[in-house]
């Protein structure tokens, strides 16, 4: 796992973004594992950013989401549809058809989860994930206890997770308590994992996650499998880890050729 400490959530976004510029200018029909919530936010911002006065091109691009909320239709606005469609799909040039998202409304969810697999494999696998981290240290939506061997599949929102998403619901509404999400061991198959965490509230889940045991009640702790995972932190998230300075300090000694690899 490689640590990245920036001082800020906008310039750790920017890096992000800029590895994310260098895989698609490198691979043109690059596949991506997106990600929701507002940690990504900045990413697609400089990413719309790139494609509109850098010529960033996603023509060729394809995406897969990490997951959407059972029982919403693709048009409701708290729907993750809606989210990706708005903050970025909507504002760069990929086609429709190359953009992927689990159906909350589908009649038959194991059979979509099936086809979401076999969709990713058909696509040659996932370049890079995008991923950010729930306070409870999810990935994806797969909450404490999750298999680390697990695929696309439905599950059951803890209480903590449906009180820190209640932001994006109306005060009239009630969250949806299922979702369809990528397993941990389809985040796993990528090529490459890149997580964002900002904030201090992520700071407990960041440490368990980088400094603590593998195991499934910190689904993100999975990660420390992974040959290839970058983790890009703002200050406040990286506060509660033992070795930020050992982290720091590798970073600050990174050979530049290897900066966007
Ligand atoms: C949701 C999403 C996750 C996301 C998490 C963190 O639960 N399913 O993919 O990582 O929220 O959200 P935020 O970035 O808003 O803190």
Redesign the pocket.
């Known amino acids: 796992m490689e640590i990245i400490i920036q001082p800020d959530w906008e310039l750790a976004s920017r890096l992000a973004a800029q590895v994310l510029a260098h895989q698609i200018r490198r691979k043109p029909d690059s596949v991506l594992g997106l ?6 936010l900045g990413v697609y911002r400089e990413l719309i950013r790139m494609h509109r006065e850098e010529g960033l091109d996603f023509s060729q691009v394809r995406t897969f989401n ?2 959407e909320y059972i029982g919403l239709p693709p048009e409701h606005p708290s729907s993750y549809h809606c989210f990706m469609h708005e903050h970025l799909l909507d504002q760069v040039n990929l086609k429709p058809s190359n953009i992927h998202i689990p159906n909350g409304m589908t009649k038959d969810i194991s059979l979509l989860c099936r086809h979401y697999e076999e969709s990713i494999e058909r696509a040659g696998g996932l370049d890079i994930q995008l ?4 306070t409870n240290a ?4 797969n909450e404490p206890s999750s298999s680390l061997a697990s695929r696309t599949r439905i599950k059951t929102l803890s209480e903590r ?1 449906l009180r ?2 209640a932001r994006f619901f109306s005060d009239s509404e009630e969250a949806p308590r299922h979702v369809i999400t990528m397993g941990i061991g389809t985040i796993l198959d990528s090529r490459r994992c890149l997580l964002l965490a900002f904030g201090s509230k ?1 700071a407990g889940a960041v440490a368990k996650m980088v400094e603590g045991a593998v195991t499934a009640m910190v689904p993100a702790s999975a990660l420390q499998l992974h040959p290839r995972v970058q983790v890009i932190l703002d200050s406040p998230a990286a506060s509660l880890l033992e070795h930020r300075r050992y982290y720091q300090w590798v970073f600050d000694h990174k050979p530049d050729w290897q900066r966007l690899e």
């Open positions: 990600a929701t919530g507002s940690s990504p990490l997951d991923l950010g981290l729930g999810h990935i994806g939506f997770t820190d998403n992520k």
